[in-house]
């Protein structure tokens, strides 16, 4: 027979106390670790000492990081100001709680055979293996989780991917090494951004894409050179620019503001100040912006087209 050892004396210096002290705040019960004595005495002057220091370090790290609830509800994503970028927040979220849960699970049974299921002898425990119940289990739960999954993610990429066929605003991109057009076809209004100038990078924000709030915008994307990818991360959402081969995707705008844009896809050089903004504005805004646009181009054209009339003369 095995000797218990010193573990039974209920000397302070025995090097089981730690372990007992864990397991108590682990089981967070007044568990005996032998019959007749409270094993948890001790442990609420432990928490209680633990709880303040916890509250603090909590609070801390929030501020620190600047974090609000909204974002931590959003475990993470940007704020989204479409329709389609709310239906991904839905889906990251989902997509948490699915494996929290699953985690629950693992680290629960991981808790209770750490402490329920200790090695009491050298007797070899029952063994499982070719357990046929439990080797469906094992198969079939992980598929259910996976098609659970993958019902959601599809059916709202399918939604995402979704092109109306009358849109209210369509917006055709253009990317070029290294910033950005933006074309209004229903308006003949056009916005293009400075082409490549290092001296003033700093400072040029690159070209502002205005789209008005609550109607929804397709958007054609094309690229006259290289592999460019429009990124709008308060869309939660980038699509490939590429050359010859148009893309397209839409949005249904839900809130005003100004928004930062950007290429993802290493396209050169100076990849990193393909930079725009997009500024959400009412429809009635947008139709003022429009206008403006209009006569500001037509301005533009005018003394163009004189002095081509005078070069003909
Ligand atoms: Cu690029």
Request: glycine letters at 8%; hydrophobic letters at 45%.
């Amino acid at each position: 027979m095995r000797a218990r050892g010193p573990a039974n004396t209920g000397d302070p210096a025995n090097p089981l106390r730690a372990r007992r002290v864990l397991f108590r705040i682990v089981s967070l019960t007044h568990l005996r670790l032998r019959r007749g004595r409270p094993a948890a005495r001790g442990l609420r002057p432990v928490l209680l000492r633990l709880a303040p220091r916890a509250v603090v370090v909590g609070l801390l790290f929030t501020g620190v990081t600047g974090c609000r609830s909204s974002a931590w509800t959003r475990l993470g994503m940007p704020r989204p100001i479409t329709e389609q970028g709310k239906a991904m927040v839905t889906l990251w979220q989902g997509s948490w709680v699915a494996a929290l849960a699953v985690g629950l699970v693992v680290w629960g049974l991981i808790v209770w055979a750490v402490i329920f299921h200790r090695k009491r002898s050298d007797e070899l425990p029952p063994q499982v293996r070719y357990n046929l119940p439990i080797e469906v289990l094992y198969t079939i739960v992980p598929f259910i989780m996976v098609a659970v999954l993958f019902y959601f993610t599809a059916r709202d990429e399918n939604y995402i991917n979704e092109l109306p066929p009358r849109p209210d605003v369509i917006v055709h991109v253009t990317g070029f090494q290294w910033s950005w057009q933006f074309q209004y076809p229903q308006y003949g209004v056009r916005v293009i951004g400075h082409p490549v100038d290092p001296s003033h990078f700093a400072s040029y924000p690159g070209p502002q894409l205005v789209l008005p709030k609550g109607e929804t915008i397709r958007f054609d994307l094309y690229a006259l050179d290289v592999v460019h990818a429009f990124w709008v991360p308060a869309f939660l959402f980038k699509r490939d620019v590429i050359p010859n081969r148009p893309n397209h995707f839409q949005v249904t705008t839900t809130a005003t503001g100004t928004f930062d844009g950007r290429c993802s896809e290493l396209c050169g050089l100076y990849h990193s100040e393909m930079l725009f903004t997009v500024k959400v504005v009412s429809p009635a805004q947008f139709q003022q912006w429009i206008a403006a646009r209009q006569a500001a181009q037509r301005a533009a054209a005018q003394p163009a087209a004189q002095n081509a009339a005078g070069g003909a003369q």
